[in-house]
């Protein structure tokens, strides 16, 4: 276990999931954690017994640029600087194109893509000073877009577009910025997934249990931005999508079409 010891680490959406874990492991390795989510009650009943000294809780929505803003600055007011920015906080959805409301996607993209692309302005002149790391928490749909997310797979791209353009942009200035796409993950995201008129699916159609804990997910994370990795594909089943589609796009098609359609309530006809 690397250990964060005195970093100061910022973890967008923290309130639950992969998030969740990954402030609980930050702590864990030594770490000042700050964190934000929309309600700041959720966020304290998460972290019951938080010591206010090395966890910072903020409400915060990251759509909102004045609140990132905000938020950061609180951070930079507590600890004085910033060593490690992670983007995490996300929604999905689950609806064809031809279903949505186009609300649906912007919300997605305001969320995954403009929450990050704005976190990350604000805490980029912290990170210059710190030669700090940039992450992005992306998804295999940020290498291969899924049916019935097509918003999703928008912001993850378009994510991955940003920190890849941003990480050559730093190239030689000792500010790393990498991605990492977990695989399916035990979380809340399938459940708060938005449906096609932008209500909460409100149930999800895997086995939760079956799937990489949230925890084992942010032990990973953690362990890549120890070891500055550019990006880290989590799982067998993500590193051969990615691979698939580079040499065989339109099979790739086809296999990725008959998964997303077995799936129970699937909206692929
Ligand atoms: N779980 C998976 O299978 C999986 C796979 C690949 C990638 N990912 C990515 O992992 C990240 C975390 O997802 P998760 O699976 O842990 O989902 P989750 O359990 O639903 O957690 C999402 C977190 O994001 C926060 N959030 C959502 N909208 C926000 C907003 N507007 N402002 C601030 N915070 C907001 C939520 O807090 P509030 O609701 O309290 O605001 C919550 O803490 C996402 O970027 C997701 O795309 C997940």
Not at 154 to 159: D, E, R
Request: proline share 3%.
């Amino acid at each position: 276990m690397q250990s964060f010891s005195q970093k100061v680490i910022v973890i967008t959406g923290g309130s639950s999931g992969i998030g969740n874990a990954l402030v609980a492991e930050s702590l864990r390795r030594g770490a000042r954690v700050a964190t934000c989510g929309r309600n700041l009650q959720k966020l304290r009943a998460s972290f019951p017994n938080s010591d206010p000294s090395s966890l910072l809780l903020a409400e915060t929505d990251v759509r909102d640029e004045g609140a990132c803003a905000a938020f950061i600055q609180s951070v930079i007011d507590q600890w004085g600087g910033i060593d490690v920015l992670i983007n995490n906080a996300g929604i999905s959805m689950r609806a064809l194109f031809a279903d949505s409301q186009l609300s649906v996607l912007r919300e997605v993209m305001d969320i995954n893509f403009w929450g990050a692309v704005q976190c990350t302005k604000y805490a980029l002149p912290h990170l210059l000073k710190t030669k700090g790391v940039v992450v992005g928490i992306s998804s295999i749909a940020g290498y291969r877009g899924l049916p019935g997310r097509t918003g999703y797979s928008a912001s993850k791209f378009a994510l991955q577009g940003f920190l890849e353009a941003l990480r050559t942009e730093l190239l030689h200035s000792g500010t790393h910025v990498m991605w990492v796409s977990p695989g399916f993950t035990a979380s809340n995201i399938r459940n708060v997934a938005r449906a096609a008129d932008g209500s909460s699916q409100g149930e999800t159609p895997l086995d939760e249990g079956g799937l990489m804990s949230a925890e084992t997910c942010a032990t990973r994370i953690l362990d890549a931005v120890a070891a500055r990795k550019r990006t880290v594909v989590m799982t067998g089943q993500g590193k051969l999508t990615v691979w698939l589609n580079k040499l065989f796009p339109a099979f790739t098609d086809t296999q990725v079409y008959n998964h997303f359609k077995k799936e129970p309530g699937s909206p692929l006809r």
